[in-house]
């Protein structure tokens, strides 16, 4: 969405901005983790 409603003044914005949104999105989803414990407990 970010991307559909951004206009990047370079690409070294546009750069940045992705990677802040991998690190957010690898890094601090709380439930990103709960899943993954709950599947390996479903039989």
Do not use: C, M, W
Request: zero cysteines; a positive charge; aromatic letters at 12%.
């Amino acid at each position: 969405d970010v991307l559909r409603t951004h206009r990047f003044d370079s690409t070294a914005s546009l750069q940045t901005t992705l990677k802040r949104f991998v690190y957010l999105y690898n890094h601090h989803i709380p439930q990103k983790g709960t899943v993954r414990e709950f599947l390996k407990r479903v039989p």
